[in-house]
Structures are given as structure tokens and as C-alpha cells.
């Protein structure tokens, strides 16, 4: 017992390293930075353009190279391997910010494109090492204890960085600039010194062991083809997947589109960023409390009532007018984010057959980033035709109720029956 809990919590603290990236550099200061530092010389329309190039780069990459690597991962047993490789990239390009200069733009977006990659990436296989760390019925909890714990991770590094910020001479530092430049060195080191419980602790399933290069790519794209033709046989798989799809979109869009909406609405930045606090520090006892949730009464139901909030929320941001209701829209936000991703996570790895988790996990984590796509092009879309910044998030709307829709519709029970009858022998069974 000691050994799993110990183990547990070794696989959680990479959600407790990585998210430092999610919070302080894709939620927090890379938007505003990138438009008052590198690229304070271009229209802001135009820099606007240029990130969400580069923001849409990273997910169609991953798009394309997420279930090969996945099933490749599967193939040799390099779960670990990958997370590695991901990781090191995500941290040299994220610590490599703090020498970009001010003008540089292009440069800072090379390397804000080459953290993403690292980021999602390395997110494919920490997602699927779960089945080597808990059982099934423990997947909830599990999933939910290390979206919590990177809520409070990044919640905490992120609250130093903004006191740092805020008062650069009390840390010995020249201006504000070059306290953001130093936040993404801290936010490298980190990623680097909490991703070592993982590479030391958790244990991981071999795979069909040590194979020759080719034979294990061909044998990645031969387990590919074999995943497409046992997804059809898997309809609640599919299904919960098509739900997943269009309900990430409007999760991620309001990540991706929080601050840009409150800076167009005319409120400060540093309030947008005590407002991003807010949804840290409510995110950590949520995402607990979903996991208590989601073992209660099952993933899908309170998945369910995540999206309820979630339109909730995007209806009351249509009205918004001060300040205050973008705190209120933070703190709404903070107590549901945490649960549906972590609860999508464990729903899903119940669903899928031994065997494939970071083949699985890939075409997972492509779909969302694929579908990460359409939500910022609608939300954009809508601002330019409407003209009214407070319009733009209600094409989300949209999203959130068709994926409800189709969750209502998967059968749990029936799909993880169809699951156990697939299961293929393997090293890679649950609850080692």
C-alpha cells in the first residue's frame, strides 16, 4: 500500500511540474508579453494573428504525430522514454524565453511553439501511464488528485512570478520585463525538478520488449490499423470520444481566450491576472471534489454537470461589465475545470483495452488538440462580424451542448463490458 501510494503521488507530481507552463506561460504572461515586449512594434491585430498561427501549429502537429508515437510507445514499452523526450524539449524552449530580446517575435514564437509540443506531448504519455499506476476503480480519484495538485503547483509558482512582477525592485530585478523573462527560467526549472519522482517511482509496462527500430514502426502502424477496426467495435469508445471532442473545444478556448477577452473588455491586466489566481487556488479542492464526485456517482454524471456550469458561465460572460464579474467568471470556472479534464481522463482510460494506453491516449490528446481549432476560429469569427467583444464567446455555447448531447447518449457500463472482452494479454494490465 505503501509502495502504490508512493507511487501515486510520484505519477501526480508531473501534472504538479508541468502545469506551471499551462498556468504562467500559456494562461498567464506569454499573451500579454508577446504583445507589449517581443512584438510591441506590430498592429495588435496583427500580433493576435501570429499567436493563434502558432497556438493552431502546435495542435496540428500533434495531430499528426500523437497516435504513431503513441502506438510506437506501446510497441516498446517507452512510455517513460517519450515523456522524457517531450519534457526536455517543453523545458529548454520554455527557459530559452528568458534570453529572447524585446522585437524578437519571431523568435519567441519558435520557441513558445516548441514548449507547446512539449507540453502537449508529454502529456500523451504521463496520461496514459495511469493504467500502470492504480486500478480501474481507482482512476477517478487518481486522475483528480493530479489535477488538483498541478492547480495548486501552478496556482503557487504563478502567485510568486505576479508578486515579482509586481514589485521587480524588491527582488533585486531592473523592471517588470525582466521579471517575466526570469518567470520562464523558473518555470523550466520546475518542470525539470518535479518530473523526477515520475522518471525515479513509476513503474512501467514493457510492451512486446526490446525490438529493432523498423520492426517496431512497422509494428506501431499495424497496431494503428488494428486500433481503427477495434474502435468499431467499441461504439460507446467512439462515441464518449466525439462528446470529448466538441466539450474540450469549449473548455479549452475559454484557457486559451480568457485573458485576450478581459484585456478586449477593458479591464487591467493585473487584475486578469489575480483573476487567474482565483481559478488556481478554487481549481485544487475542486478537481478533489470531483474525484470524490465522479466515484460516487460516476464520471459521466459529473461530467455532465461541469458543462451545466460551463454554459452557466458562458451566458453570464455575455453580460459582463466590470471587473468583479470576470472574478466571478474565474472562480466559476476554477470549480469545474480541474474536475471535467480529470474526470475525462479516468472515463476514458476505463474504455479502452489493455494493451494500447499511450496508442489510445494519443488519439485521445490529438482530438484535443485538434478540436482546439474551432473554438478560438468561432470565437474570433463572431468578434469580427459582431463587433462586440461580449458576443464572442457564445458560439461555445454550441460546443458545450453538443458534446453534452452526446455523452448523455454512451453507454458506461455497456462500453466497458465491450472493453474486457478485447482486452488483449499484455504486461500493460491495470493496477500494477
Request: hydrophobic letters at 55%.
Amino acid at each position: 500500500m505503501l509502495f502504490k501510494r508512493r507511487t501515486l503521488l510520484a505519477w501526480a507530481c508531473y501534472d504538479w511540474a508541468n502545469s506551471a507552463f499551462a498556468t504562467v506561460v500559456i494562461a498567464g504572461f506569454f499573451p500579454v508579453f508577446f504583445s507589449q515586449f517581443w512584438a510591441s512594434d506590430l498592429p495588435d491585430a496583427k500580433s493576435t494573428q501570429w499567436l493563434g498561427y502558432t497556438s493552431s501549429a502546435a495542435s496540428l502537429l500533434l495531430v499528426l504525430i500523437a497516435p504513431v508515437l503513441g502506438a510506437l510507445a506501446d510497441q516498446i514499452g517507452a512510455k517513460k522514454r517519450f515523456l522524457l523526450g517531450f519534457t526536455l524539449l517543453g523545458l529548454f524552449a520554455t527557459g530559452g524565453l528568458y534570453w529572447v530580446g524585446a522585437g524578437q517575435w519571431q523568435m519567441a514564437l519558435l520557441l513558445y511553439l516548441a514548449g507547446l509540443l512539449g507540453f502537449f506531448g508529454s502529456n500523451i504519455f504521463n496520461d496514459a501511464l495511469i493504467t500502470d499506476v492504480v486500478a480501474p476503480t481507482d482512476y477517478e480519484r487518481a486522475s483528480s488528485l493530479a489535477y488538483a495538485l498541478g492547480y495548486l503547483g501552478g496556482g503557487l509558482l504563478f502567485a510568486l512570478f505576479v508578486l515579482m512582477v509586481s514589485m521587480p525592485e524588491r527582488f533585486g530585478l531592473a523592471d517588470q520585463a525582466a521579471a517575466v523573462r526570469l518567470s520562464f527560467l523558473g518555470v523550466a526549472l520546475w518542470w525539470a525538478v518535479f518530473t523526477l519522482p515520475l522518471l525515479l517511482l513509476v513503474p512501467e509496462s514493457q510492451g512486446l520488449g526490446r525490438r529493432r527500430f523498423p520492426a517496431a514502426v512497422r509494428g506501431a502502424f499495424r497496431e494503428l490499423a488494428q486500433t481503427f477496426r477495434e474502435i468499431r467495435k467499441l461504439p460507446n469508445t467512439f462515441l464518449f470520444l466525439l462528446a470529448y471532442w466538441f466539450y474540450i473545444d469549449g473548455v479549452d478556448t475559454l484557457i486559451f481566450m480568457a485573458v485576450k477577452y478581459g484585456l478586449d473588455l477593458g479591464f487591467p491586466s493585473a487584475s486578469l491576472m489575480v483573476a487567474l489566481l482565483l481559478t488556481q487556488f478554487v481549481g485544487f479542492p475542486a478537481a478533489l471534489a470531483f474525484g470524490w464526485l465522479g466515484a460516487r456517482v460516476g464520471p459521466k454524471p459529473a461530467i455532465l454537470l461541469a458543462i451545466g456550469v460551463y454554459v452557466l458561465v458562458i451566458g453570464g460572460a455575455s453580460q459582463m461589465s466590470q471587473v468583479e464579474h470576470f472574478y466571478g467568471l474565474a472562480i466559476a470556472i476554477g470549480l469545474v475545470q480541474g474536475g471535467i479534464q480529470a474526470l475525462s481522463r479516468a472515463l476514458f482510460a476505463s474504455l479502452i483495452p489493455a494493451g494500447q494506453t499511450a496508442e489510445l491516449f494519443g488519439f485521445y490528446n490529438m482530438i484535443g488538440k485538434f478540436a482546439a481549432v474551432l473554438g478560438p476560429f468561432l470565437v474570433g469569427t463572431t468578434a469580427a462580424l459582431s463587433g462586440d467583444p461580449r458576443l464572442s464567446l457564445l458560439p461555445i455555447l454550441l460546443l458545450f451542448l453538443i458534446g453534452a448531447a452526446l455523452l448523455w447518449r454512451v453507454d458506461v457500463k455497456a462500453g466497458r463490458m465491450a472493453v474486457a472482452t478485447l482486452s488483449r494479454p499484455s504486461a500493460d494490465s491495470p493496477g500494477r
